[in-house]
Structures are given as C-alpha cells and as structure tokens.
C-alpha cells in the first residue's frame, strides 16, 4: 500500500481513549478558536473579543498571585537571592526552611507521594480543618487534581460493568475518563429547581435502577462546592450521602478544590473527610481531592493538586502507593505551592508586615471573586429568557437558557442538541467562569 | 460486618494495576530504606551510609542546575526581580521573551499540548539536530517522559493480546505501564557479551515466535543511549531496526532521554526520527520522547519532558491530540525548563560573558560525567567476580555478578533469584548511578 502515513489506525488504538469525549475542549472550544482567528483577520462580529472561560484559569484574565508564594518559589529556584537583600528576612527563612526539610534543591525528585515535609503540613491543615487525625502517609501530591483523578480511577475499575455515580451536570473530565477506562457513569441530576441540591431520595433509586441492569456501582463522585454549579453542600447533606455510600458500599470521591471559594452568607464548606471520621462505624473509602489551582491562589500553570486516602484496608492501600510511584514524583512547585497553600505566613512564626500583606492580598481576592459571582449573576437575571440560580460557591455561573420552540426546532433540523445548537452560534457560552 | 476499614479490597482493583510491578521502587528500596533507618537508629554495618542509586537523580548528588536557567525560571515565577539590577540583562530579555510570547505569566493554564513558543522552540531544535523537518504540532509537552509515556501506551493497547517490544535488561517502567495496561511485554535481549549491543537477526525471530502465539505485537521500545545498558546504538543499527519495524508494520517508540549523555570517543547520537524521516518510502509510526531530567541539566524534580509525533495518519493524531487534553497541560516550570534546554544562550543573541558562563558550567558538568562514567568502570572491573562494559552514554554501569554455586543455591534454597539475594544482602546494588 502506497501511502506517506504510517500503519496505525482507529482499530489499532485503545476503544476507550476514542470513545472519551472532552468537553471543554470540544466542539465550543474549537469553534472559539476559529472565531478567535477570524476576528484577528478582520471579520465582523457583533463582539470584539473573546474571553475563553472553558476551563477556570483566573491568571489568564489578571488574577494575581500572592506575593510571598512567588518570592518563595523564586528564591527555591535560585537560592543564590537569599544572598542579596531583596527579599524579607520571612522569605528567605521560609526557602531555608523548604531546602533543609528537604535535603535537596527543586531538581531533584522527591518521594514518588511527595516531600515529607509537604505531606506532614497537608496533615496539619486538614486536622486543624476537620477536628479529626490525618497521616502524612495517606496523603498523595500530584501534578493537579487531573492526574489524581487519572490515578483512582485507573485504579478503581476492575472490569467492563463497573460503575462511577457522577453529578449531572458534572465537570467532563469524570466521564472523560470513565469511557476512557470502559467503565460507566452512572448520573445522578441535580435539581436545579432547589438551587442544583442533590436529590437525596433519587439517590438510592439512580443505584437500584443501574445495579438492575447488571452495573456494578462501587463508588460516588461528589463535587463540592459544585463545578459547574455552584452550590455548597451542608453538612447534613454530607452525612446522608455516606449513608448512602456505606448502605450500598461504594467509595467516595470528594472532589473539593474549590472549597476555599464560597461566597453566600451563612454557607460554609465541610469536607467530606470531616463527616466521614465522624461516622466511626460507618468506614466508608474516602479519595479526597484538592489543588492550588483554584481558591484564592488560581495556580492552574504550576500544576499542585494532591489527594487523602482514608478508611483503605492496608491492601488496597498498598496498590495505590505502588500505582504514584508508577507515575514518578509530582513537579516541585506544585509541591511548594501546595504547602504555600496550607502553611501560609502566619503570626506564630513571621513578621506582622508579611502576614498583614499576605491578609490583604488574599482578603482582596476574595472580595473580587465574590463581587464577580454577584454581578455574573445579577447580570444572567436580567437576560431576557435566562435564569441562574445564586452562586453559593466556586467559579462558576450556569445559567438555563429558555429556548424558543424555534430554536428548539431549528437545532433540531441541523441534527444537535438545542443548547449546543444556540452556543455553536456564537451568541453566549453556557458556562461562565467569572 | 464490623471492621474499621472500608469496602475495597483487591478483587475490586484493576488487575492489570495489582499486576504492575516496578522495581525501582520494589522490594530492594524497600530494603535500603529499612537499613538507611537501622543506620540512623545506630545499628552497625560495614559502611555507615546509603547513597541511593535506584534512579538517576543527579542534583540530589549534588550536580549543580545551569545558573543561566535558574536565574530565568526565578524571573519568571517573580517579575519584579526584572525592576533590581540582580540580573544580567540576558535573563531580564530571556524572561520578557517568554511572558511576551506565552501572553500571560506562570500561574496560567497554557494550551494542553503546551505553550506555542516552547512547541515552535522544540521544532528547531530538532530540526538542527537532524536535518529534516518538523512541526509544533507533533510536540507534546509532558510532567517528564514518564507521563509521556503513560499516554502513548494507553492510546496504543486495544486488547489483551497486544505485544510491546521492549529491551531486556530495561528500565522496569515499561513493563509496570503494560502490565497495567494488561498488554504483553515482549522482550528482546541485549547482548552482554556484545557490549550489549541489539542482536539484529534475533530481533525478527523474537517477533514471529510471539506472533505466532497470538501476541499481536504492535511497537518496538528503544531505550538509547541504553538504560541501564549505557550502549550507542548507531546510524546502521536504527536503520536496521526502522527496516525491521516497517516490514513487520510495528510503532516505534524511541526513548532518547540521555541524547546528551554520550562518553565514548568517536560515538555520537543519532536520533531515531532523523532515520525514519530519511526513509521516506517507509513511513513507519513514532513517538521519539526527551526530557530535561536527564543530559546536563539533570532537572528531574521539575518534571520537563516532551514527545514529537511523526507519520502519524491524521485520526490517530487527532486521538493523540484528545488523550493529551484529557490531562490538561504540564506545569509551566517543566515547559520552561525544555525550553532553556533546546534554546540556551547563544552568541548570536546573548553577551559573551552570559554564553561563556553557560558553555563553561556545561563543559565542566560533560567532563565530570565522562570521568565518572570511567572511573565507576575501572573500579567494577578491578572487583573480584564481577565484570562490566565499558559505558558509552547514559548514567549507568551494569556489572555482571558473577556469584559462587554456593551463593546461587543459598538463593534458591530461599526461593529466591541469585542477583535478587545478593542484593537483599546489603553487599551491593547491581545498578551504579554516577
């Protein structure tokens, strides 16, 4: 056969890899890009410039990072700053601190988990969070959440009947990876009608009706505060989802990184693991997930995520250990940022000047994301045939848009679905990131 | 059922994962780890420390990073040390180049793939390198070789029957990734008495045997320079092994993470892409993989890595290009990191003064390799039972134990392999990392 292309083909690769669909960096994304292109050639839209809000990236639109983090990260890289008299004595103490904790220099690699050091201060955090003991064992650094995700579901799907409840609407990287694994996603809707709560008593029904059909279901994902949706879970809301967990014996998987963005009045995050520890006789496996791309720190390029294990038999355990060696250690400086993130300054060990300016900066974000979720929203409300609900947390708006029969009709036609249909038209993306 | 853990247990594991082994993690780190505690503890042996060797980490040794790359990384996670006169002004450009052209900072998400200037950067690099063509598009940027990997053989497995050729002795992350990924390690054996070079003609009968038991063999794995092998494999030798991949239809995947890292007079690296694309009549599939991790700048704690895709049909590229989203980008610290190592300073466009800095604290790091590379040889070779090939590239020495009878039948009297019980001894770790 004649041909200047190799021998590879659809049938030669993984079924699963072609299957998985990626939404956020699907068809909308692609059509972004070409409009994008378009306008730089000169051609008329009613817009002059799009914002790209496919994925919550708040340093591409300006959000600034902390100063003492990037003053810390920047001396790690080249101690040889310490010598001069740029930075603040708290600095320069904190890079030493990192260097001796970890007996080496940023190019080397760490413990495939992560440095001690960095896992030991995880723990601190998440015990003085929760009320509850942690084990710097059980905690995982990895290069964001995404490849800690990549990892338990890898290791969680044991064959082709396997099932991973999932929030609808979700983030798409879940049922990205569950097709690219041949399992399933069981989805379980959010009522959108009560602020996108989760239906409790639906819960138990979307189980029986998928394990009916021969699905067996071994774990549920909850994403709190919700991607894209926005709600906040209570903590009465936590507990009856690992009743449920522990009634039907599935794993968790919390997926928690924006629980330092929450905005409503009165509504404050509970982790998961919090109400997990609490339920002593109900042991339910727990995956924790959390990053410093979000929150206020918005570190996205630097790629810090880690992930806590809890109630795993000393078996399965061990699997999962030797699975992160098989990936080799995360970056470190998404390890650092991640202790930047839970050890920030503090009036214990640092000067008042460094804590105050570390306080405002953050105080100043987090006023900033919260006025953003307001008017994104004021703003959706006001839009003829759109409703939003209130955004109790994360960085994002998602709003219904009332469709006319015409449009419906129309999409139709053109063989899409109608929301795909009104987006691909340019007029509005469906999802704000603020 | 009352138990104080959780559910999972291994039956509800991939089984592909609980088959994975990797050893450089495995039972002898383990062991070293354990002894590394008793030494502390005051327990006495014949040496009184551990200098792990079980992967190469060069700076935890004490290998310095290029000052000229550290300096820039450190402007860049900290701008505001372009406004000091703390730098020379070929890093502030070098900086100011790189937020330019990324058009946004470090904390940003860049494009999944990577950033279009790091991808243009590659491009050139192997372009001079090799003398053909190559495209941006083809470059992925990686967290390391290692996650590189990981894509590419979870896009390339499609059934339980599929075959990886793989180099035997090799580096154990091949054969823990296809494991996992339930596809067959095929191996082909180095030569030892050859100076471990590739026995040729076995290649294809290594081939069919596996063929004809219904492996579906679809790649050959080149690990060159060697690892652990340390062996050049030269220009006739990858011609014969791109003839042997196209009449057989296999992927090449080309593992050249220690392209810099060649010791022996008159021996040079060759890439494989440089003779594949020479082969025009003979398109065969690549994926060629480099990080920073290794070479002269020994940044393994940055995670740096790429891989170029080459003669891929258009519907498996885009597959490629899909599994690379699904992973979203690579730290940006890594990004960078490849950058400076196939863009360093250079007279055309840096100070004399920067360029002779850099080719200074290159040449020195070179020679020191090279000396090491000889002096670890002499010495194994002076030892009493063991023999060992001159190293021509990579950072390893792979002595032959030559063990008494005794020694092997105390071994299998434990059930146990000879090397394994010679090691687990504490006498000497078969692997030398210089």
């Known amino acids: 056969m004649a041909s200047s292309k190799g021998f590879l083909s659809l049938s030669s690769l993984s079924q699963g890899v072609i299957k998985a669909e990626y939404a956020v960096r699907g068809t909308m994304a692609i059509r972004a890009k070409k409009i ?192 894209p949706t926005g709600q906040v879970l209570s903590e009465s809301e936590i507990q009856q989802i690992v009743d449920f967990a522990y009634k039907n014996k599935l794993t968790i998987l919390a997926d928690e990184v924006y629980q330092q963005n929450v905005y409503k009045d009165g509504v404050s995050f509970v982790s998961v693991k919090k109400v997990v520890a609490a339920n002593k006789s109900k042991p339910v496996d727990l995956f924790s997930f959390n990053s410093a791309s979000k929150g206020i720190l918005g570190e996205c390029g630097l790629r810090g995520g880690y992930f806590e294990t809890y109630n795993l038999r000393d078996e399965v355990f061990e699997q999962i250990q030797k699975l992160r060696t098989m990936y080799v250690c995360s970056n470190t400086t998404g390890q650092i940022i991640i202790d930047l993130m839970v050890n920030p300054p503090n009036r214990s060990e640092n000067s008042l000047e460094v804590v105050d300016q570390y306080e405002r900066e953050k105080q100043e974000l987090l006023t900033s994301l919260k ?42 036609a053109r063989n899409m679905k109608p929301d795909l249909f009104y987006t691909m038209e340019g007029i509005l993306i469906v999802c704000f990131t603020f």
């Not at 929760?130 to 995404?146: A, E, M």
């Not at 069981?186 to 021969?214: C, F, S």
């Not at 045939?385 to 006319?404: Q, W």
């Open 36 to 227: 994008k292109e378009e306008l730089q050639q000169g051609k008329k839209f009613p817009f002059t410039e799009i914002t790209e809000c496919n994925v919550g990236n708040p340093q591409v639109f300006g959000q600034v990072p902390l100063t003492f983090n990037r003053q810390v990260i920047s001396g790690l890289m080249n101690p040889e700053l310490l010598s001069s008299n740029i930075y603040h004595k708290d600095v320069k103490k904190r890079v030493e601190y990192y260097l001796n904790k970890m007996g080496c220099g940023m190019g080397a690699y760490s413990d495939s988990a992560g440095h001690r050091v960095i896992k030991e201060n995880v723990t601190k955090f998440l015990e003085k969070r929760d009320g509850h003991s942690s084990h710097p064992d059980n905690i995982f650094l990895t290069d964001g959440v995404t490849l800690g995700l990549h990892m338990v579901l890898q290791a969680l799907v044991s064959g082709p009947n396997d099932g991973f409840m999932i929030p609808v609407p979700q983030y798409p990287l879940y049922t990205a990876i569950l097709a690219m694994q041949n399992a399933h996603a069981v989805p379980y809707y959010l009522n959108e009608d009560k602020g996108w709560r989760i239906d409790m008593h639906k819960l138990q029904e979307t189980y029986e009706r998928h394990a009916k059909k021969g699905i067996n279901v071994k774990a549920i994902c909850i994403i709190n505060p919700g991607n």
């Open 371 to 412: 006025n953003r979720a307001h008017i994104v929203t004021q703003y959706l409300k006001k839009m003829k045939n759109v409703t939003c609900n209130e955004i109790e947390g994360a960085m994002y708006a998602f709003p219904r848009l009332h469709l006319s029969q015409k449009a419906i009709d129309e999409a139709h």
